[in-house]
């Protein structure tokens, strides 16, 4: 099992849907990664900060998921970054409401001391110079590092982008980032464009559509499960990546083959955490849960044309 | 062996894309389906209709393929149907530009003699009363009807499309005209109420987002191949449909595990069939290459979770 480093933002959300809404409910990249990565049973640290107005029952929720959070760093007269918005019908597209930096304007991540030397390092969606901070922190390359980024830092941070794109193996990037960061339609394309960046794999992630994962002249598709119903898709891009993460994690092994897998993880734990508001499905999830919608998985994709 | 009848329409196209544009080239439904149908050297006739103005040549190049072109109708005082459209940039969307129905409009299929006992029967988008016609000049009970629609069937022929559907085994059905033939926005409850119209198999098209096979509660996902450029997607979703069918026919098996089989053929072809203008590649296609493209296919999809 490999140690993990997980840094993204610790935040209070409120969401709308069609199917309802919430009052200010646990948020945040670090927390959705760090949650699903904890299935694994993982040693993973979350670097984040909040401020005084963050409930000690939600650091508490992820120490009982055996998440370290004293990288968690509580400004006592500060406001908890606060990110609001409404689903469309379809729920593939959304209005930000209410967009509150607070104490994340300020965010100095600091990698707590026995974590410095973490094989994995996953860098969740911040300012690219953010990111570059806790690569720097690190005391020896970690074994991979993944990246979450989104186009608001392509608009307004790209030539940071770039510089913290060549120190990563893994990227996770959704279809309509990768065509802004190449300016190619063809997302094949667009893996090769990004593969030159820096990134040896790159995981273009389509919503309901699923994922690729690109790796040199490899691919592997990672289907969405088709489902009733997506309640909320808040989180469901960060909880992707922190199973993918997670897996690799508790594997060690980071080949193709078995990032395959973890593509297929990632998949798994985000179909959960579509189906209730905030973080609400993925802190109940059991083992057992997760191994049925494996099976799902399975049947969706498997058939048996011999090839000779 | 199963006996293979093919009805839709035998056409003029002529496309436009951001790559190039055609004069009138062959095109129609059928032509697709029964070109794609024809790579499993099964019995199969097409059923059509078109003007004095059809090359030979166009009728030849099916014969050669082993399609029985008896069924084809040719109204020598009258015009071929003729399409004419233009793709977008993003190759997901088109204007048409003209659409000439010429002989279509009469069209009153005859199924020859000798194809009056298939085992199967391929109804390509078409009125649903001529759909229908052709299941009325079958002897005995086909061992499988598929179908094929479209939106436009929907606005202004919806009872007479309920009609056919209540007679139909399997149906093909892009995502879009599934949500509007159920008003549900979710694919899994659209193919539940599908069902309940007639077909037991409902198979909902994504374009580049691949396939989904709906079987009471079983769904299997084929992706479509990510290519490097989509050079025109006419005629795909044909030829989806026809590999689907002629695989069936071919194997005579049509239970739910062959079928996953069949998608993933009809996906394979219909990754060929947009490499090229109009029937282009379909026209010397050979095993070779359908069988490299089937082992890129497991490679995109397989993977080797243990589950026990």
Chains 1, 2 share one sequence.
Request: glycine share 8%; net charge negative; charged share 20%.
């Amino acid at each position: 099992m490999s140690k993990l480093v997980i840094v993204g933002t610790v935040a209070f959300d409120a969401i709308e849907t069609p199917f309802g809404k919430t009052d200010k409910i646990l948020g945040g990249a670090a927390t959705f990664i760090g949650l699903a990565a904890s299935q694994f049973k993982v040693n993973a640290s979350v670097v984040s900060i909040v401020g005084g107005d963050f409930p000690q029952e939600y650091l508490d929720l992820l120490s009982h998921k055996n998440i370290d959070v004293s990288g968690i760093e509580i400004v006592q007269n500060g406001k908890t970054f606060f990110w609001s918005g409404r689903y469309h019908n379809d729920m593939n597209s959304r209005d930000t409401l209410i967009t509150e930096l607070n104490v994340l304007a300020d965010f100095n991540p600091k990698v707590p001391k026995e974590y410095t030397d973490s094989e994995i390092v996953m860098l969740g969606n911040l300012h690219p110079l953010t990111q570059l901070s806790v690569l720097g922190q690190m005391e020896s390359k970690p074994k991979l590092v993944i990246l979450d980024t989104m186009n608001f830092w392509m608009d307004n941070a790209l030539d940071d982008l770039h510089t913290v794109l060549k120190k990563v193996d893994v990227i996770t990037i959704n279809d309509d980032e990768a065509r802004q960061l190449t300016s190619e339609f063809s997302l094949v394309v667009a893996a090769r464009k990004i593969h030159k960046m820096g990134p040896k794999y790159v995981i273009i992630k389509k919503g309901e559509h699923g994922a690729l994962l690109f790796h040199n002249d490899n691919v592997f598709y990672a289907p969405a499960l088709p489902l009733e119903e997506v309640f909320d898709p808040t989180g469901a891009g960060d909880t992707f990546a922190g199973g993918f993460t997670g897996y690799l994690a508790k594997t060690g092994d980071i080949s193709f083959e078995n990032m395959k897998n973890a593509v297929i993880y990632g998949s798994t734990l985000a179909s959960f955490c579509v189906e209730k508001f905030g973080t609400k499905r993925m802190e109940n999830l059991t083992n057992e849960e997760i191994h049925k919608r494996l099976q799902q998985f399975k049947t969706l994709t498997q058939f048996e044309i011999e090839l000779t």
